[in-house]
């Protein structure tokens, strides 16, 4: 899978999470201070979990690299 593609999975399942949660906590009847702490914490979520991608791929983008030099000696 490319990076790419897996940020994209990513924003669309933490929308749907994210949706799912605002819309239980508008039918449960909560304040506006919970529903910024539900977007607030899925920012954070996304965050994280974009950085973890992005690492990810860096690293395999670094070992890939190393490769191609050891095997062209």
């Known amino acids: 899978m490319s990076e790419a593609k897996a940020l994209i999975l990513l924003v669309a399942a933490l929308l749907a999470a994210s949706g ?13 201070v919970v529903l910024g702490l539900v977007f607030g914490l899925s920012c954070a979520a996304g965050g994280y979990l974009s950085s973890l991608i992005v690492m990810h791929y860096a690293d395999a983008e670094k070992r890939r690299k190393r490769e191609e030099i050891i095997l062209s000696r």
């Open 20 to 32: 799912a949660v605002m819309v239980a906590c508008i039918k449960l009847g909560a304040g506006g």
